[in-house]
Nanobody, 123 residues
Framework: QVQLVESGGGLVHTGGSLRLSCAAS????????MGWFRQAPGKEREFVAT????????VYADSMRGRFTISRNNAKNTLYLQMNSLKPEDTAVYYC????????????????WGQGTQVTVSS
């Protein structure tokens, strides 16, 4: 069992930045591929980014590439998502999740999920 707790969400203006964190506990963090997803009201959960076990390789959704950066600190059991140049369409609840599949982009490939953190971008 893995417990994931996201933090760092909030209200920001268009063009602003936020850094999300995901604290993991329960099992060896470095055993897992990690990912970020988001879900806006009335929409399906959407892939944001994923990072491999060592943190040396990452994959992004096209609309986030160049603005978002996923990273991890295995010594601190923490996953991060740095979000820059935020837009109103980035407004959503952001979730972190674990996987055993490197590069996985679909929610079905992820096993444990956090409770989410709200990000709201005002225009």
């Amino acid at each position: 069992q893995v417990q994931l707790v996201e933090s760092g969400g909030g209200l920001v203006h268009t063009g602003g930045s936020l850094r999300l964190s995901c604290a993991a506990s329960g099992r060896t963090f470095s055993d897992y591929v990690m990912g970020w997803f988001r879900q806006a009201p009335g929409k399906e959960r959407e892939f944001v980014a994923t990072i491999n076990r060592s943190g040396g390789s990452s994959v992004y959704a096209d609309s986030m590439r160049g603005r978002f950066t996923i990273s991890r600190n295995n010594a601190k059991n923490t996953l991060y998502l740095q979000m820059n140049s935020l837009k109103p369409e980035d407004t959503a609840v952001y979730y972190c999740a674990t996987s055993t599949s490197t590069g996985a982009r679909t929610s079905y490939d992820y096993d444990y999920w956090g409770q989410g953190t709200q990000v709201t971008v005002s225009s």
